[in-house]
């Protein structure tokens, strides 16, 4: 049971724009910055959004996070065949005082 | 660029000890604003947060496991460790050792460069 609430699928046809939800709390999401992750089967993940809405250099603008209350969304426009991966969320819980991370969302290009 | 490289044992022993060592290339450890910590795998599941480490010494652990974690760091290697004491078939997992950023309040947020990831099976 993760403590960030995320949907375990997602999908949509190349070009469309989908979005992938993280629920979480008031002693994670509600007060702290969201993180975001794109993992490909076999490798180690790599971060796609950090400070709630920021890209690292090099990840393109097509995603973009947003965060409202306790909850986050990641959204990828433009689908591409390549974005077929798992999606994580994750952010700092004062509460436990420990990271947390979401269950992951599995996005599926059909 | 910033490369971490874990290592460790592929395979443990029910009830023992469980290591890896993860090597900090391009970057020193003890650069400040930054957490290097582990999150873990289990074969088909998941991201787990297992603890982290500032270069002082400071350390976070992920609550249901801090029983049985030790995350420690030795600057002059440029370099930090995992200890997972009484592994059971449920620690067998992928193991990534990470860079974390921190907040406004020196906690440590989510990580920004991984390792490739270790492979850990705790069998007899």
């Known amino acids: 049971q993760s403590v960030l609430t995320q949907p375990p699928s997602a999908s949509g046809t190349p070009g469309q724009r989908v979005t992938i939800s993280c629920s979480g709390s008031s002693s994670n999401i509600g007060i702290n910055y969201v993180y975001w992750y794109q993992q490909v089967p076999g490798t180690a993940p790599k971060l796609l959004i950090y400070g709630n809405n920021q890209r690292p250099s090099g990840v393109p603008d097509r995603f973009s996070g947003s965060k409202s209350g306790t909850s986050a969304s990641l959204a990828i426009s433009g689908l591409r065949s390549e974005d077929e991966a798992d999606y994580y969320c994750?952010?700092?819980?004062?509460?436990?005082?420990?990271?947390?991370f979401g269950g992951g969302t599995k996005l599926t290009v059909l | 660029q910033l490369q971490l490289q874990g290592s460790g044992p592929g395979l443990v022993k029910p009830s023992e000890t469980l290591s890896l060592t993860c090597i900090v290339s391009?970057?020193?450890?003890?650069?400040?604003?930054?957490?290097w910590g582990w999150i873990r795998q289990p074969p088909g599941k998941g991201l787990e947060w297992i603890g982290t480490i500032y270069y002082s010494g400071s350390t976070f652990y992920n609550p249901s496991l801090k029983s049985r974690i030790t995350v420690s760091v030795d600057t002059s290697k440029n370099q930090f460790s995992l200890k997972l004491s009484s592994v059971t078939a449920a620690d067998t997992a992928v193991y990534y050792c990470?860079?974390?950023?921190?907040?406004?309040?020196?906690?440590?947020?989510?990580?920004?460069?991984w390792g490739q990831g270790t492979l850990v099976t705790v069998s007899s």
């Open positions: 391009g970057g020193f450890i003890s650069s400040s604003g930054y957490y």
């Open positions: 994750a952010a700092w819980d004062d509460s436990l005082s420990a990271v947390v």
């Open positions: 990470a860079r974390h950023g921190t907040d406004g309040y020196n906690h440590p947020v989510g990580p920004d460069y």
